[in-house]
């Protein structure tokens, strides 16, 4: 257990990196039948995470990424030739985020940097917390999260405070990495209790605040019911899913619940046209239908190998373990369809689109991996 402001339980770095591992045993990995090939198109190294997580960040034609040295690296998304290079100058803790020509960190001292493309500093801004999330540009507007649930918008121009939203945390959260989405003018967020905000970006007012999961239980520990990853977003509805309580969908525009059911996680979700992706908390993979919830597949041979957050890739659902392995499965019915190592240390973010052929995987090492599903 971790002390902080608020104490923080089960911090997720041990879900995906170490002590999970010693309470349950992994799965060996089955032989399977590949109906696709994954290849290996280009590879780098940033650095490795330490006791964070890092997601690249695709801009374009470049890919970001970065590790807890604070050595921020832009990679060419064909060829993974080097683009850019960003000095920090600290240490880093959330990132990377981007948008337009600026590239944006955050720090463990609270601070969100801001770069351009050739490495020039922008600004800083100071927020009350830890960022353990990437930052977000749009519209003028970089949001950020702080480790303490706040979320800030600054001004793209300077950094200054426009606005701030909070609300109260419980006694007992989970530390986690769970960012900001922002979708037609306004901020997603999943926060500790099970609460899912909706935000205008240009204001910070509210818009709208729905359930997802309510505490259960006797002790705090039981009633931890925190979101710990992003929220999906489509054109009608946002889906989110909350630790120890369900994976509910709401409407867009209002906030109304259309579907909700009990599940665990805290890896997250994906979407596609048709199923919503979650890896639950027992490292299964489960598809669900999109518009009523009803379950479709499950595959769980994965238990206990601290699966990421899903990709949903064309005709494939991919994910990463602990060991550094990529599984492609098929999104029709879960079963694997190809199988390829990294550096052999964990991938604990979810697999980040590059192009409609290929995407991108971080390691724990700092391993940048691109690859492509033929």
């Not at 998304?77 to 948008?99: C, D, H, T």
């Not at 709208?208 to 054109?235: F, H, K, M, N």
Request: glycine fraction near 14%; aromatic fraction near 8%; proline fraction near 3%.
């Amino acid at each position: 257990m971790l002390l902080g402001g608020c104490q923080t339980v089960g911090d997720t770095y041990d879900r995906w990196f170490g002590k999970s591992r010693e309470s349950r045993k992994p799965a060996e990995l089955v032989a399977i039948q590949p109906t696709a090939a994954a290849k290996l198109l280009w590879q780098g190294s940033v650095g490795g995470a330490e006791r964070d997580m890092f997601f690249p960040d695709v801009s374009g034609k470049v890919v970001y990424a970065t590790g807890a040295a604070g050595q921020i690296t832009g990679f060419d998304v064909s060829s993974g030739r080097q683009v850019a290079r960003i000095e920090a100058g600290q240490r880093i803790s959330g990132g990377v985020g981007s948008g337009g020509a600026m590239v944006l960190v955050g720090t463990a001292k609270g601070e969100v940097l801001a770069f351009d493309n050739n490495g020039k500093s922008l600004w800083k801004a100071r927020l009350s917390g830890e960022v353990l999330s990437p930052p977000v540009m749009q519209d003028g507007v970089v949001v950020a999260r702080a480790g303490d649930g706040r979320i800030f918008g600054l001004d793209a121009t300077n950094g200054r405070r426009k606005w701030i939203y909070q609300r109260s945390n419980p006694a007992l959260s989970l530390r986690n990495h769970a960012g900001i989405v922002v979708e037609r003018g306004a901020v997603f967020s999943g926060f500790a209790g099970g609460r899912l905000v909706a935000i205008a970006l240009a204001t910070g007012n509210v818009g709208w605040e729905a359930v997802v999961a309510l505490p259960r239980g006797t002790t705090e520990l039981e009633r931890v019911a925190d979101i710990t990853s992003l929220p999906v977003i489509d054109q009608r509805q946002v889906c989110a899913v909350a630790f120890q309580g369900r994976v509910a969908c709401f409407d867009l525009l209002r906030g109304t619940t259309l579907w909700a059911r009990d599940m665990s996680s805290v890896a997250g979700m994906a979407a596609d046209a048709r199923y919503l992706y979650v890896t639950d908390d027992k490292d299964a993979l489960i598809a669900l239908d999109k518009t009523t919830g009803a379950s479709i597949w499950k595959q769980d041979k994965l238990t206990g190998r601290g699966v990421s957050g899903p990709l949903a890739f064309g005709r494939y659902v991919v994910v990463g373990d602990y060991q550094g392995y990529v599984h492609v499965l098929s999104r029709e019915d879960g079963s694997f369809a190809a199988r390829i190592a990294t550096d052999g240390s964990a991938i604990g973010a979810a697999p980040a689109a590059l192009t409609p052929d290929s995407f991108v995987v971080q390691t724990r090492n700092g391993g940048i991996f691109a690859i492509t599903v033929q």
